[in-house]
């Protein structure tokens, strides 16, 4: 069976403890989550968790089926195959010397990332994107010096119900 990347958004109510029960579900069970979201959705008592994990339909349809038997869970949406917007963040901090700083600035212009906070020895640099689009720019930024990087993790939102 092909194993591909899975996103799967969970709707929960936002009580403590919720998230770990998700997430030792699916870590007894074998399953590996490669990146997790979450936060509240407009109504407070309920919370949003956008999850990647690699596996095959089959493997998928497991993890939705377990995770749907959680008492808390409200629904479980596997995303891959809908029309659907993904996007993540990730935060760049670059040690700015002589040599690098004028690439640094242009690489920053040329694909308009947002400078966050900029020093004479750093700068901080916000990119938003889908993964392709993150991965190119970590690609270009790596020869330039990256000093600390922090993403966000997958976060996607279907277009329609």
């Not at 490669?34 to 109504?43: A, E, I, K, M």
């Not at 339909?57 to 195959?81: A, M």
């Not at 809908?82 to 990730?90: A, T």
């Not at 004028?102 to 212009?109: F, G, L, P, T």
Request: charged share 25%; hydrophobic share 40%.
């Amino acid at each position: 069976m092909e194993k591909k990347d899975h996103i799967i958004s969970i709707l929960v109510h936002n009580k403590p403890d919720v998230l770990a029960r998700v997430a030792g579900t699916l870590g007894g069970k074998g399953y590996n989550i490669d990146s997790l979201c979450v936060n509240t959705t407009t109504q407070k008592d309920i919370s949003k968790i956008v999850m990647t994990t690699a596996g095959s339909q089959t493997t998928i349809t497991r993890i939705e089926n377990q995770l749907q038997r959680l008492f808390d869970v409200i629904s479980v949406d596997d995303l891959t195959n809908v029309e659907s917007i993904h996007r993540e963040m990730v935060l760049v901090r670059l040690n700015l010397t002589a040599q690098n700083s004028e690439d640094v600035k242009n690489a920053i212009d040329m694909n308009k990332w947002k400078t966050i906070v900029s020093g004479d020895k750093y700068v901080l640099v916000e990119i938003t994107g889908d993964k392709t689009q993150i991965d190119f720019a970590l690609a270009r930024l790596e020869p330039l010096g990256i000093a600390d990087i922090t993403r966000t993790g997958l976060i996607a939102l279907k277009l329609e119900d």
